[in-house]
């Protein structure tokens, strides 16, 4: 199988429009809170964000 | 609020440790160190449950506090990403981090077991003194122990879980290990969630964070494990044609 045909046969496949839907969304929500602890979390151990 | 700070956490210890029974009846059978990790891992999680739930019900105890300290604040998630190393990560990377991740835990383990403790401190500050907390250790150099291994940990973890739905999603291939990843990152991030309301002085916080995200990762880990009869069914009909 050429690897043309391999990509073809990828991008033909699908799930279900419901998990088309919520799945990039889940991915992406997941994604931004655990950057945006991340970031907290080294901002304060680095004295970058005061917490009181 | 009793309910929440005595049963809650037991719950979750019972959770956690028939999701490791789980997670080690698999390695028995297939001998995977990932399969390994994430049981002890589990392990550790169930170990921070209890003591937090004797905590609940018979009041401080200073071995006790020193065990959910170790096993529950520092080491679980880490040991949890461990697994995750293992299972994605190209030799030699896996067995470099282990052996630092096990040098790291026995320093931990001296840290904490010989670190000086005061009860009282639990509510100081924003902490209502409800749930466990780090506030007790009076020693330096201790707590800051616990966001180097919870960074690692969450980072493997949960990245790991994440890169691998993202990976299965783009393939469109999988459906069933795509779903069960996505909740195991959820799940782990449960109790991070939990621990940033314990710190902001929303009580049990943590504790309902940890019963969360244990559910949720022993889901994610049935789902991925699992296939879903449609998927059965399509590779049936595959098989035919």
């Known amino acids: 199988m050429t690897k043309e045909t391999k990509i073809s ?7 279900s429009p419901f998990y088309e839907k919520i799945i990039p969304v889940a991915i992406t929500t997941i994604v ?9 979390t080294l901002g304060i151990a680095l004295g970058l964000i005061p917490t009181g | 609020m009793e309910f929440i700070t005595t049963y809650l956490p037991f719950l979750s210890a019972v959770i956690s440790f028939i999701f490791a029974y789980s997670v080690l009846r698999r390695y028995t059978q297939r001998r995977k160190n990932h399969l390994l990790l994430w049981g002890i891992g589990m392990i ?27 096993f529950g604040a520092i080491l679980v998630a880490a040991w949890l990403g461990q697994g995750t190393v293992y299972l994605l990560a190209k030799k030699p990377w896996p067995t470099i981090t282990m052996v630092l991740l096990g040098l790291g835990s026995m320093y931990g383990l001296y ?17 209502t003194g409800s749930e466990l907390s780090g506030h007790a250790i009076v020693t330096d150099g201790v707590r800051s122990l616990t966001p180097i291994f ?7 973890l949960v990245g790991g879980a994440i890169w691998s739905a993202w990976i299965f999603f783009r393939k469109r291939v999988l459906l069933h290990r795509t779903i ?4 195991i990152a959820a799940g782990a991030l449960a109790p991070a969630f939990g621990g940033a309301g314990s710190r902001f002085g929303i009580p049990a916080a943590l504790y309902i964070g940890e019963l969360l995200g244990a559910i949720l990762m022993f889901i994610g880990f049935w789902r991925a494990t699992t296939p879903m009869k449609v998927e059965q069914t399509t590779a049936q009909l595959a098989t035919a044609d």
Request: overall charge neutral.
């Open chain 1, 9 to 15: 046969k990828n991008s033909e496949r699908s799930f």
């Open chain 2, 180 to 183: 069960g990843n996505i909740l």
């Open chain 2, 150 to 156: 919870n960074i690692y940990g969450t980072v493997t």
């Open chain 2, 111 to 127: 840290r904490v077991f010989t670190a000086q403790l005061d009860p009282a401190l639990l509510t100081t500050s924003l902490h």
């Open chain 1, 32 to 40: 931004i809170i655990i950057t945006g602890m991340l970031v907290l």
């Open chain 2, 44 to 70: 550790f999680y169930g170990i921070g449950g209890f003591c937090e739930g004797y905590y609940g019900f018979f009041g401080w105890n200073d071995t006790v506090f020193r065990l959910w300290y170790l």
